[in-house]
């Protein structure tokens, strides 16, 4: 159960330990928004369910960037170092973060890790975001960009079902395009859904896995770098 969620608890006692919950998230991101910009980090926090695909395109982005960019990544998960443990082998810096019983990263646990990594200016920060499709959208974690992944083997339905990550999201992420001819997914209803929920999030669909899409995806980087 997330601390968030916290149904133990009556309703008003519930709302208040919220919002203080919150309010403390709040100053820890104001913190770490203030630090990366001063820096001119662009800081991207990818969020959504299980197994989209948030390693595996991170990892071809590192690729991708090859070193011309410097990069450093931050993991959340309940459990493991799997995550971290890819991407050093793409030979960049990562942190992870294991949040036990947590379903979401907060302010207070980013700042801890950007004290560890010191990415360093003009640099590229991603956080892979734990996977849940619902508590990360709730906590600003100081990022410039949420991006959400959504995979086309969760079905057309979840921009609905989840609305408050997509309304969170600046850009969504259509994923494992490469596996449509096998699945009942129906990509317009979906994008039309993704906007119902949040008129100004921007679209780009790719294959992690293929490469299609890639290059959109990269640009999209370069131009919100600016
Ligand atoms: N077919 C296909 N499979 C993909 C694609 N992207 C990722 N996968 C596969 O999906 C599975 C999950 O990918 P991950 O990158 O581990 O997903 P994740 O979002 O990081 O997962 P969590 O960290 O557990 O939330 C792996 O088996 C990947 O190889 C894709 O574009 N197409
Ligand atoms: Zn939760
Ligand atoms: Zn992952």
Known sequence: MCSVCGCHNEQSRLISIEQDILSKNNRYATINRDYLNERNIFCLNLVSSPGSGKTTLLCETIKALGHETPITVIEGDQQTSFDAERIRKTGVKAVQINTGKGCHLDGQMVGR??????????????IEN?????????????????????????????????????????????????????????????????????????????????????????????????
């Open 130 to 226: 734990v996977g849940n499709l619902i508590c990360p959208a709730a906590f600003d974690l100081g990022e410039a960009k949420k991006v959400v992944i959504l995979s086309v083997t969760e079905g057309t339905d979840k921009p609905l079902k989840y609305p408050d990550m997509f309304h969170a999201a600046d850009l969504m992420i259509l994923n494992k395009t490469d596996l449509l001819p096998y699945v009942d997914f129906d990509i317009e209803l979906c994008f039309q859904y993704a906007l119902q929920v949040n008129p100004d999030i921007q679209i780009l669909t790719l294959s992690a896995t293929r490469g299609d899409g890639m290059k959109s995806w990269l640009n999209w980087i370069e131009q919100h770098r600016e």
């Open 113 to 126: 890790a950007i004290d560890e990594l010191k990415p360093e200016s003009h640099s590229i920060l991603f």
